[in-house]
């Protein structure tokens, strides 16, 4: 399995995708270039990174934040470790081997 290098620059790339969602688990996601790929919540993406083992690809992780989003979380962010996690002072799940941070507010 090919293990996500720069996850910082990954997370700046998903801020920028479109995301749709089209069942309970799945996500159309349309990158920067255009590009539109199927996301499962479980971690699998159409595009060549995943194809080729890799995990965390940026559709991933968009997909990951837009459903967080629909949770209530904000101020979604990706980390590679745990301890970078713990220094933003924010709520921490653990997806993949990647760290996510974020505020969970109430929804009005």
């Not at 990158?31 to 159409?46: A, F, I, P």
């Amino acid at each position: 399995m090919r293990e996500t290098v720069n996850i910082r620059w990954l997370d700046r790339k998903a801020r920028k995708c479109e995301v749709e969602r089209t069942g309970s688990k799945t996500f159309r996601v349309t990158s920067t270039s255009g590009r539109v790929y199927e996301v499962e919540m479980g971690g699998t993406c159409q595009c060549d990174w995943a194809y080729y083992g890799g995990r965390g690809c940026s559709h991933q992780l968009a997909a990951i934040k837009f459903w967080l989003q629909e949770q209530g979380w904000e101020r979604v962010s990706f980390w590679p470790t745990e301890a970078d996690a713990k220094r933003q002072h924010r709520h921490i799940a653990k997806w993949n081997q990647i760290y996510v941070t974020g505020k969970v507010g109430a929804r009005c």
